[in-house]
Nanobody, 124 residues
Framework: QVTLVESGGGFVQAGGSLRLSCAAS????????MGWFRQAAGKEREFVAGISWSGVGTYLTDSVKGRFTVSRDNTKNMVFLQMNNLKPEDTAVYYC?????????????????WGQGTQVTVSP
């Protein structure tokens, strides 16, 4: 089976930082694109970040550019989301996701393997 497990969420004040981690198993991690989504209470799921198999190709949604960094370590089968200067509007459940059919970045609808999510709460 394919499993993605997120960790690193928590409660932080505005301006603080968190580092989310995603551990993958049961797939060819080093050959597929990975991404991060988030879903705030009562809102639709949002594609936040993506990263190609090599780590060279990355995507960040406009609202987090300059604050978030997506990276991966294929030797450890892990992907990361470093979140700096957090804002209350970043509060959401964050999900790690995989696009098993591509080693390059594709639109968010192609991601069909998901982790369980980790809560990020940012206070004013």
């Amino acid at each position: 089976q394919v499993t993605l497990v997120e960790s690193g969420g928590g409660f932080v004040q505005a301006g603080g930082s968190l580092r989310l981690s995603c551990a993958a198993s049961g797939l060819n991690f080093g050959s597929i694109a990975m991404g991060w989504f988030r879903q705030a209470a009562g809102k639709e799921r949002e594609f936040v970040a993506g990263i190609s198999w090599s780590g060279v190709g990355t995507y960040l949604t406009d609202s987090v550019k300059g604050r978030f960094t997506v990276s991966r370590d294929n030797t450890k089968n892990m992907v990361f989301l470093q979140m700096n200067n957090l804002k209350p509007e970043d509060t959401a459940v964050y999900y790690c996701a995989a696009d098993p059919g591509s080693d390059m970045l594709r639109p968010p609808q192609w991601y069909d393997v998901w982790g369980q999510g980790t809560q990020v709460t940012v206070s004013p």
